[in-house]
C-alpha cells in the first residue's frame, strides 16, 4: 500500500532555505512523483516533479531557479531543496505520486489535481 510521509517543514526568514524530503513505501516505478502545496486561500499547485520514463525534472515557474527535486532510490526518499525562501512560499507542502500516463499528459497540473498526496508539512516564511 503506497504511504507517502513529509518532513522538513518549520518556520524560516526570507532569503533562507529548506529542505523537505518525502520517504515512500509501496512505491511503484512507473509513478510520477513530485511535490504539490496549497498556501492559504488558494488551490493546490504543482511545484516540481519527475518522470518515471526519464527522470527528467518539471519545475513550476513560481519556483524554478529556486528549488531543486532529487531523489535517493536507495532510501525510497525525494528530497526538495528550496532555496531563497520568499513570504509567497507560504504552504503546506505535499509529497504526490500520480500515474505516469497521467503525469505525461497533465504534468504538474496533474499531480496537483489528480494524485495522491501525503499528509503534508507546513513550511512558513516570514521575518
Not at 19 to 34: E, K, N, P, Q
Not at 44 to 67: C, H, M, P, Q, T
Amino acid at each position: 500500500q503506497l504511504r507517502l510521509v513529509e518532513s522538513g517543514g518549520g518556520l524560516v526568514q526570507p532569503g533562507q532555505s529548506l529542505r523537505l524530503a518525502c520517504t515512500v513505501s509501496g512505491f511503484a516505478l512507473d509513478y510520477a512523483i513530485g511535490w504539490v502545496r496549497r498556501a492559504p486561500g488558494k488551490e493546490r499547485e504543482g511545484i516540481s516533479g519527475i518522470d518515471a520514463r526519464d527522470g527528467s525534472l518539471l519545475y513550476s515557474d513560481s519556483v524554478k531557479g529556486r528549488f531543486t527535486i532529487s531523489r535517493d532510490n536507495a532510501k525510497n526518499i525525494v528530497y526538495l531543496q528550496m532555496n531563497s525562501l520568499n513570504p509567497d512560499d507560504t504552504a503546506v507542502y505535499y509529497c504526490a505520486i500520480g500515474a505516469q500516463s497521467m503525469y505525461a499528459k497533465f504534468g504538474l497540473r496533474g499531480l496537483a489535481n489528480f494524485g495522491s498526496w501525503g499528509r503534508g508539512t507546513q513550511v512558513t516564511v516570514s521575518s
